[in-house]
């Protein structure tokens, strides 16, 4: 009976640790999905943005750039 409950234990830790795992894997991926893109050339601006699924928002502004050449 120690034995099963011993067997059983472990599973839940490995059960636990896939979960943990998928959930890493998941955020990961939703770091990389693009879910919103913006570009703007005009009217004084000059940027492009992007929102991806896990809510992070990247801004790369273009004008400085054009200031060099």
Same mark, same amino acid.
């Given at each position: 009976?120690?034995? +099963?409950?011993? /067997? $059983?234990?472990?599973? &839940?830790q %490995?059960? #636990?640790?896939?979960? #943990? $795992?998928?959930?890493?894997l998941?955020?990961?991926? /939703? /770091?990389?999905? @693009?879910?919103? +893109?913006e +570009? $703007?050339?005009? *009217?004084?601006?000059?940027?492009?943005? @992007? =929102? %991806? *699924?896990?809510?992070?928002?990247?801004? &790369? /502004?273009? =004008?400085?750039?054009? $200031? #060099?050449?």
């Amino acid at each position: 009976m120690n034995n +099963y409950q011993g /067997d $059983q234990e472990k599973m &839940t830790q %490995y059960k #636990k640790s896939v979960e #943990k $795992q998928r959930k890493k894997l998941q955020a990961e991926e /939703d /770091d990389k999905k @693009i879910v919103w +893109y913006e +570009y $703007q050339k005009g *009217a004084g601006e000059h940027f492009r943005k @992007i =929102k %991806y *699924a896990s809510g992070k928002e990247v801004k &790369t /502004d273009f =004008k400085n750039e054009e $200031q #060099k050449r």
